[in-house]
């Protein structure tokens, strides 16, 4: 496992975050809630939620990873 606090995978930027920004990120998903830039407890990837506004990104939390911008898209083929 990469120590570093973010890094790249297939040119996405991935954060490693602790269990309540995980938490807190699976949660929105699974309700359909907005991500509040306030509630990001990850100093770095809270501003670079403060600067992108998307969900081009994705989270690692001990080894497991989630591409947020997967998850958005699987959501709109779905409704569709």
């Known amino acids: 496992m990469i120590n570093s606090t973010e890094f790249n ?9 602790g269990f309540n920004d995980f938490n807190m990120f ?4 699974e309700n359909g809630n907005r ?8 100093s770095s990837l ?3 939620y403060k600067k992108s506004r ?9 080894g497991v990873i989630i591409e947020l ?3 958005k898209k699987q959501d709109i ?4």
């Open 9 to 17: 995978y297939n040119g996405i930027p991935i954060f490693n975050v």
């Open 26 to 29: 699976v949660t929105c998903l």
């Open 35 to 42: 991500i509040l830039t306030k509630n990001i407890q990850s």
């Open 46 to 48: 809270r501003e670079h």
């Open 54 to 62: 998307t969900n081009n990104f994705g989270i690692c939390y001990e």
């Open 69 to 71: 911008d997967n998850l």
């Open 77 to 80: 083929d779905r409704e569709n």
